[in-house]
Nanobody, 114 residues
Framework: QVQLVESGGGLVQPGGSLRLSCAASGSIFSISLMGWYRQAPGKQRELVALITSGGSANYADSVKRRFAISRDNAKNTVYLQMSSLKPEDTAVYYC????????WGQGTQVTVSS
């Protein structure tokens, strides 16, 4: 089993920045994929960004050039640097990891509002 704990959410004004972190713990031997999904009220959960253990990243079109995902394999931690935030980025952000199975964090709220 892998446990994921997110941190860094909060309230930010439009145009601002936030950095999310997610630390994995438990029975870790090789987490091949880590990343972030988000779910806004009344909408389905959607992919934000994923990163492989080798550092290859993939982004949703809506966040390209604004968000940057990174990963510290030694710390089993993934980060999401969010810049130029928009009100439509408001959602609960979930950390994701794949190691023989899918694992999810409990979610952290990001609210973009003036």
């Amino acid at each position: 089993q892998v446990q994921l704990v997110e941190s860094g959410g909060g309230l930010v004004q439009p145009g601002g920045s936030l950095r999310l972190s997610c630390a994995a713990s438990g029975s870790i031997f090789s987490i091949s994929l880590m990343g972030w999904y988000r779910q806004a009220p009344g909408k389905q959960r959607e992919l934000v960004a994923l990163i492989t253990s080798g550092g290859s990243a993939n982004y949703a079109d809506s966040v390209k050039r604004r968000f940057a995902i990174s990963r510290d394999n030694a710390k089993n931690t993934v980060y999401l640097q969010m810049s130029s935030l928009k009100p439509e980025d408001t959602a609960v952000y979930y950390c994701y990891a794949f190691q023989s199975d899918n694992y999810w964090g409990q979610g952290t709220q990001v609210t973009v509002s003036s």
